[in-house]
């Protein structure tokens, strides 16, 4: 059962415009959000997380909102650049023991 | 500062063959340390998680295993390996109490 869930697959943006990625969770236990960035044949790595308390967060470019209610959350990414085009993970926690990734969402930053 | 390493980068494997991969972090102490798979077309799988030495948590019945010997190593390892077993396994560890997990660059496993 896929509690994270992300519908879009991929996404093309223009570069300087903004990138939007989608995530959509079942659990109302989770209380942790976290997105990852993931080159091919390489590890993810850490971007930006939200804490359930809250309902944005901001660093830098990207910018991470909580819909708790709906149980979404979106990273927004402005001005997009080419770098950024990678596949985006968003993952959860509830306790922060376990954590439950989406199936991630590959970003293409046109030039 | 942390890092962490996997070996083998890539690793071919016939079917029936035994699996042994490798974590290790340096410059921490007591990580949370995790297994993920990542197969064709699918996001993160979580594996096995653990919170310290000999605790193993399993979160997919499958014919795979863990152990934690020491402190900052976890291995992941099969007796008899099938081709549904191919894909990019991802070890990372997390500080305790904290919730950012680092990922090791993986290791890309075909099972032929």
């Known amino acids: 059962d896929q509690q994270v869930k992300q519908n879009s697959p991929s996404l093309s943006v223009q570069e300087g415009r903004i990138s939007i990625l989608n995530c959509d969770y079942t659990n109302s236990m989770f209380d942790y959000f976290l997105w990852y960035k993931k080159y091919p044949a390489e590890g993810p790595t850490f971007l930006i997380s939200i804490s359930s308390i809250k309902d944005k967060n901001e660093d830098g470019r990207f910018t991470v909102f909580l819909n708790k209610s709906a149980k979404h959350l979106s990273l927004h990414i402005v001005p997009s650049q080419p770098g950024d085009s990678a596949v985006y993970f968003c993952a959860a926690s509830a306790k922060g023991n376990q954590f439950y990734f989406g199936t991630g969402t590959s970003l293409t930053v046109i030039p | 500062s942390q890092t962490i390493h996997q070996w083998p980068a890539t690793l071919v494997q016939p079917v029936g063959s035994p699996l042994s991969l490798e974590c290790t972090v340096e410059?921490?102490?007591?990580?949370?340390l995790y297994w993920y798979r990542q197969a064709a077309g699918r996001g993160l799988q979580l594996l096995f998680y653990s919170v310290g030495i000999g605790q193993i948590s399993s979160e997919v019945p499958q014919n795979l295993s863990a152990s934690r010997p020491q402190d900052r190593q976890f291995i992941l390892s099969s007796k008899k390996l099938l081709l549904s077993d191919s894909g990019f396994y991802l070890c990372?560890?997390?500080?305790?109490?904290?919730?950012?997990?680092?990922f090791g660059p993986g290791t890309r496993l075909t099972v032929t």
């Open positions: 410059g921490t102490s007591n990580p949370n």
């Open positions: 990372a560890w997390s500080g305790t109490g904290l919730y950012e997990q680092y």
